[in-house]
């Protein structure tokens, strides 16, 4: 270790990253007496859940990028109970809509996708039975190997595709639009519900709680601290090298008796040379676009009752318009209206390096198109933040790429949004893994 290095004997476990997966995990080890430590290169946990404080709103927190639950999270739900927040998490049931020919047509409900005027009355009935149909259908196997785009045309209609599903795939999927698998499609549509679920005052109290609980456990979560090498040891533990992001402090290094990264693969993959190259061929792969999202906190309503908008039409630059304050009381954010206006893109979209004023001068003609009152002296605050490997491209090759928790490194696990399929994210699901995980790990230390 070189002079200008600290090193932090600390042993136990190391996760790496501390979104729903990582702290989950650490929370776990935590409970069965595990010594753990928590690495996240962020100065809030949370990863792509985490929120900001909302100005002039003690305790209340606002998420970077738009969050929900649905009925079907039960391990997101139960983790919420576990820690206390049960009596803050609502289900209100808003309206989600698509926008076709400039209209914000809802479309959460069979009455509704009946009512869809855009189609046919033969095409909503093929809309209606074919959701029926991804509702009832449990087992996405059945699905494995097929494209999502040429079934949707051949089960629901030409004019279906065209109108409702075909635009947002292209949207959040941009020249991969074809290759998205079936059975991603099917976890859109049958865990989805009508009722969704929203922790008042934001989901960083979860991530607040669960560091406050793992500590209580006498865990430790680092906070500002990017991991930037791992290597096994030759007397089996691991040496992982951090460094403080914020002033310049020395790096940190840490040793541990086994890992969980719970980065992205390609980045673990990057931090790791010892892994094999045969391990690397296989499992670094596949594409991710960042998330892109802008929030406007205005003076008034903007598309009232809508919460959700799809948004069909070509040619905007974002793909869902969200205003948060049609799902959740404005009176949490003082009175405010919020509308997020999200994109998933290539890292290279101009969007990521563009200044934010740019940004803005470039949305606000759209949101006169949906709104045609809209100006910009409605908007009170703005903020636009970026995060790469946001949303996986899942083609139907994924599912054999794959991998496993265990690596060729003993001691070394891996766990990310790359190995929920057939959901790509998801706070539910990333708590499942965790839970699910920490029961094949062994036990490092002689905790109960």
Known sequence: MSGDQREDASAGWGVL????????????????????????REPAAGGLAAGFPFPGMPNTYLEKFYHHLFRSDRDAIALIDELGLGARLVWPRPTTACLVHGRAWPLDSARRVLGFGPLSPLDRLRLGAAIAY?????????????TAAPWIRRTMGR?????????????????????????????????????????RGGFQHVYAALVREIERHGGRV???????????????TFRIESRPTAGTAAPITH?????????PTRVTLRLTPQLPAAFARQFDWGQAYGAHCVILALDRPFMPPVYWLSVNDPGYPFLAAVEHTNYVDPADYGGRRLLYLGNYLPMEHPLFA????????????????????FEP????????????????????????HIPPHETP??????????????????????IRMANRLVLRLPRLSGGQ
């Open 17 to 40: 990253g501390a979104g729903a997966l990582g702290l989950t995990v650490a929370l776990r080890l935590a409970q069965r007496g595990e010594p753990v430590t928590v690495l996240e």
């Open 159 to 199: 004019r279906v595709y065209d109108l409702v599903w075909g635009p947002q795939l292209v949207s959040k999927f941009g020249a991969y639009a074809q290759q998205i698998a079936l059975s991603w499609f099917w976890a859109r549509v049958h865990f989805r519900s009508q009722s969704l679920g929203y922790v």
């Open 354 to 373: 563009q200044d934010d004023a740019e940004t803005l001068a470039q949305f606000y003609p759209y949101l006169k198109q949906i709104n045609p009152d």
């Open 409 to 430: 490194l003993p001691g070394l696990y891996l766990a990310n949004m790359f190995q929920v399929y057939p959901q790509d994210r998801g706070q539910n699901y990333s």
């Open 134 to 146: 991804l509702k009832l259908e449990r087992q996405h196997q059945r699905l494995e190997g097929r």
């Open 222 to 236: 680092l906070l500002g601290h990017e991991v930037r090498a791992i290597e096994k040891r030759p007397d089996g």
């Open 377 to 400: 002296r409605w908007v009170q605050e703005q903020w636009v933040w970026k995060a790469p490997f946001a949303q996986p491209i899942v083609t139907t090759d994924f599912v054999q």
């Open 255 to 263: 040793r541990f008796g086994g890992v969980v990264s719970t980065l």
